[in-house]
């Protein structure tokens, strides 16, 4: 099915283990993103990302690591995870601008429990 | 991108129409104003948006005042479903790469 896709849905880790949250999206749209939300903060932007090989940092990119080798695809690694990690965790597509913005559509989350 | 301001909570009767306010005064020319809402447990969902004129679509109206210092959010008649968290962004076209900002929005309660 066409859309915006996250895996795992449900992950626990442990303190210390690297671990990758996946985004896959089937519209070829150019821009991707990374959120976290936490109680009391809302949603922040960790990291996005215009096109395959173009990513930029957002307001909370420490701790973690994005690629986009593929413009379908962008996942985000945990390199070290630490329990400020436990979060819920949404990826965003958006179609290239063309003269007129679009909204944003977001994938269903990743909850992420690092223990 | 502008900051918007928003009421924490509102409550609002099943049937009834549902105005949500969001003050943006220091929005710039350029800035688009777009309205997302979260359903609980789930990743939030496009609204509607819009520039300078007022905005109408199946979900929702969008009315922006003239100066564009605030705008309103309208859902004609709620339902339960629209029980959510409604965000207002004023995000900023570039033509290259584009962010969105959350704030912590509004907790519209529909209620029977």
């Known amino acids: 099915d066409a859309g915006i896709t996250q895996s795992p849905r449900y992950k626990i880790t442990e303190t210390g283990r690297q671990v990758t949250l996946m985004c896959h999206q089937t519209?070829?749209?150019?821009?991707m993103f990374w959120y976290r939300q936490d109680l009391g903060h809302g949603l922040r932007l960790i990291y996005y990302?215009?096109?395959?090989?173009?990513?930029d940092k957002g307001e909370v990119p420490d701790g973690y690591v994005v690629s986009r080798s593929k413009t379908e695809n962008f996942p985000l690694t945990l390199e070290s995870a630490t329990r400020s990690q436990t979060s819920v965790y949404f990826c965003?597509?958006?179609?290239?601008?063309?003269?007129?913005?679009?909204?944003?559509?977001f994938g269903s989350g990743t909850r992420l429990t690092v223990v | 991108d502008a900051k918007t301001t928003q009421p924490t909570s509102m409550d609002c009767a099943e049937g009834r129409a549902a105005n949500l306010p969001c003050n943006h005064s220091?929005?710039?020319?350029?800035?688009?104003v777009y309205w997302y809402r979260q359903i609980h447990s789930q990743g939030p969902q496009y609204i509607i948006h819009?520039?300078?004129n007022n905005e109408t679509n199946e979900m929702a109206s969008l009315i922006i005042t003239e100066d564009r210092k605030s705008s309103t959010l309208i859902l004609p008649h709620a339902t339960l479903r629209d029980t959510a968290v409604y965000y207002c962004?004023?995000?900023?076209?570039?033509?290259?790469?584009?962010?969105?900002?959350f704030g912590t929005g509004t907790r519209l309660q529909v209620t029977l």
């Open positions: 965003a597509s958006s179609e290239s601008s063309t003269g007129r913005l679009y909204g944003y559509t």
């Open positions: 519209w070829s749209h150019s821009y």
């Open positions: 990302s215009a096109a395959a090989d173009i990513t």
């Open positions: 220091t929005i710039s020319g350029n800035e688009y």
């Open positions: 819009g520039l300078k």
């Open positions: 962004i004023v995000r900023f076209y570039t033509g290259t790469a584009s962010k969105l900002t």
